[in-house]
């Protein structure tokens, strides 16, 4: 999917991003599903390490979105899609710190079985509506601002966001 927009691009590459961290995720939950993975586990280690720095990623990402993206969208009369996303970024926010904080808290040890069972839970509560958030802003979202975003106001939320990274 490519976009004009250049805030619409990046917001769809983050989205790509974030879908294939829990694609990962739901990998690495499915193939230990019975038992916590071995510690070393080149894989678990590499997963770890990218939901430890996620959440600060995601919540940029709806920040910006919801600071941004939204009002703008319900100045122009479509406000309902922004209370839409926000009341899901409202359920997935914390989802990801947990699940960050749970990562951090493992990361060079391994799972025991009281960790490992809420790492999988977590993970289960946060991985399908997740990948169906991202996919609604990329069918929705972006190209309700794709149509209705002016080239100088793309310019200064590009620069915005660009700035917050």
């Known amino acids: 999917m490519s976009f004009s ?15 294939a961290l829990v694609q990962l995720l739901q990998g690495v939950v499915a193939r230990h599903r019975r038992s916590p993975p071995a510690a070393g586990d080149p894989a678990v280690a590499q997963l770890l390490n990218e939901l430890a720095g996620a959440e600060a990623e995601v919540a940029r990402h709806f920040a910006f979105e919801e600071r941004q993206l939204f009002p703008y969208l319900e100045a122009m009369g479509d406000g309902a899609i922004g209370a839409h996303l926000s009341a899901e970024h409202a359920v997935l926010l914390p989802l990801w710190a947990r699940l960050a904080a749970l990562a951090r ?12 069972n809420e790492f999988r839970r977590l993970a289960d509560e946060l991985c399908e509506p997740m990948l169906a958030h991202a996919q609604k802003e990329d069918m929705a979202l972006l190209p309700l601002i794709e149509e209705s975003m002016d080239g100088e106001t793309e310019v200064r939320l590009y620069q915005e966001y660009a700035e917050t990274a």
């Open 5 to 19: 927009n250049r805030v619409n691009q990046v917001l769809h590459d983050e989205h790509t991003a974030t879908s």
């Open 105 to 116: 808290q493992t990361s060079g040890q391994a799972f025991d079985e009281v960790r490992w």
